[in-house]
């Protein structure tokens, strides 16, 4: 082992650094730059197992590593890193949730990803320019007063602005009062914003690997072996592991893994479709939510509109595009902003979201022992991977549930004890 | 666009339809504890291939239909009248 270890160059803790300097001297000597993280042999046995290898998996992997020193731990992915929802959601990250424990939650994850560059040392661009999330209706505007007070008990910066502070914030925005929908004010929640997402991903695999985990990517999992109600280990493609730990971090392939471990979840996959326009120069300077028109809208640093919208209409693993979805968002983005009608789309895509009957995640244990999971993450988990994955890594180095994410446990639906974060935890419900 | 094959009313855009998910078993609620309810209520299956589910032609006969379609691929092999069940069924 010891001589397969060396050959794979397992490093020596710290990440190559990445200055201003590097790019110049890389650039002069074309010398190419060494891998970010490396391709392993698969072993024999991990402590850990994390199924998946997006934000939630990586993420999870590194803080068992940097905060709890447990480092023989594999992250398994069917393909590349970053290859599901966490290379295909539109990248916003918000925490202005209307229940006290959502509040609590993604605070703690945009707390996170603030300071995630400095962390990681990669530059995952986050770019705080605020979230605007608009009222068309009074029924709207009531559960945004009580989203503001809601946020603002747990210290997160939120509150109700009128039309006319919105028009001063997008100038492109029709607020007329004759708009079909009308502006009538919106939530205003400063910390929120953008970030890299594949920057993200890639930013914790390194980090994760420096510290001593492997990566096996194009390893997909067959089977999980299941003995007197304990996990024992994972069958993949690329051979048997043995591990007391496997964690479930699949997203919306999730209900599938859990089976082959015997577990049932309330989780049922929806399609959920993205779409992105040629870039433009910078015009829109914050996040733009409509929950009425189903549609979130922002700009990149490269200029492209990048739009999300409510999840298909019903359940499906496809993840192709469909026309009924580029319609459905033209014309809402046109009742939002009009001048936009001469812009072209680029692409669209879907990613595949677990969602539950409560808009709210779960996290923790099963009723098999060692096995773990961090699901139904629906259309909402991008935001949350950093706290996700320092909860899920306590959650697995000491073994007891963290209070953070207590009343996301997977026994609450048999127990009747459901969170309701639907009010405001996507658009389109 | 997906067809879905109505019994009533011929091959239809599935956007005319609602989807209301998994067909599955109720339980007796007379009989069910709330731990079975719950689990019928809440648990599915959520398979990745050919499955079972329930439809309703809502912009069409306003009739509800048994589709059985794969996950995968949205191919749909059949779409039929729901069975009716009598009480101990």
Redesign the interface.
């Known amino acids: 082992m010891a001589e397969r270890r060396l050959m794979t160059g397992r490093g020596n803790g710290r990440p190559a650094r990445y200055s201003a300097l590097a790019l110049l001297r890389h650039g002069v000597t074309g010398n190419g730059w060494s891998r970010a993280w490396r391709r392993h042999e698969l072993e024999n046995s991990y402590d850990v197992v994390i199924v998946g290898g997006g934000v939630h998996g990586l993420a999870t992997a590194y803080y068992l590593a940097h905060n709890h020193g447990i480092t023989n731990v594999a992250v398994v992915e069917k393909g590349y890193i970053g290859s599901g929802g966490s290379g295909r959601n539109t990248a916003i990250l918000r925490s202005n949730y209307l229940t006290p424990e959502g509040v609590r939650f993604y605070d703690r994850s945009l707390q996170l990803y603030r300071r995630l560059a400095e962390e990681l040392n990669y530059n995952v661009m986050f770019s705080r320019r605020g979230h605007l999330t608009l009222a068309h209706n009074d029924t709207s505007l009531r559960t945004m007063r009580w989203r503001a007070e809601v946020n603002k008990l747990s210290g997160v910066n939120s509150e109700v602005i009128d039309a006319d502070a919105v028009k001063h914030l997008v100038p492109y925005l029709d607020t007329s009062p004759h708009a079909r929908y009308p502006v009538l004010g919106a939530l205003w929640h400063p910390p929120g914003g953008i970030i890299r997402h594949d920057a993200v991903v890639w930013g914790y695999a390194r980090a994760a690997d420096a510290l001593g985990v492997h990566i096996h990517q194009e390893t997909e999992v067959t089977g999980i072996d299941v003995e007197h109600g304990r996990v024992t280990g994972v069958d993949t493609t690329r051979g048997r592991i043995s591990a007391p730990v496997v964690v479930n971090a699949t997203a919306g ?1 999730s ?2 893994i859990s ?1 082959m471990a015997g577990v ?6 929806f399609p959920l479709q993205a779409a992105v326009t040629e870039p433009v120069r910078p015009f829109l300077h914050t996040v733009v939510v409509s929950g009425t028109l189903h549609v979130y809208m922002s700009q990149t640093d490269r200029g492209e509109i990048v739009f999300g919208a409510s999840v298909d ?6 993840s ?1 595009g ?3 979805f580029l319609e459905g968002l033209a014309s809402h983005v046109l009742e939002l902003m009009p001048s936009l009608a001469t812009l072209r789309v680029l692409r669209q895509w879907a990613g595949l979201c677990d969602m539950t ?1 409560d808009f709210a995640p779960i996290m923790g244990p099963t009723e098999v022992d060692g096995f773990l999971v961090d699901v139904g993450w629906g259309t909402y988990g991008f935001k949350a991977g950093p706290v996700s994955g320092e909860a899920m890594a306590e959650c697995i180095a000491t073994g007891r549930t963290p209070t953070l994410i207590s009343s996301f446990s997977l026994r609450r ?4 004890e459901l969170v309701g974060e639907k009010g405001a935890a996507a658009v389109g419900h | ?1 997906m067809l879905l094959p109505c019994p009533w009313c011929g091959p239809r855009a ?2 005319e339809f609602g ?1 209301l ?2 067909a599955s078993k109720r339980p007796d609620p007379q009989q069910a504890t ?2 079975e309810w ?2 019928y ?8 291939g050919w499955t079972s ?1 329930r439809w309703y032609h809502r912009m069409g006969c306003r009739r509800y239909l048994t589709v059985q379609r794969h ?4 191919e749909v092999r059949s779409a039929t009248p729901p069975v009716v069940r009598t009480g101990d069924s």
Request: charged residues 20%.
């Open positions: 392939w209900s599938l089976a049932r979840l309330p989780v049922q996959t209409p019903f359940a499906s693993y496809s192709r469909s026309l009924d009957p639906f048999a127990e009747g | 666009m599935a956007e989807y998910g998994e709330p731990r719950r689990n209520l809440y648990l599915r299956n959520n398979v990745a589910e996950t995968v691929t949205n």
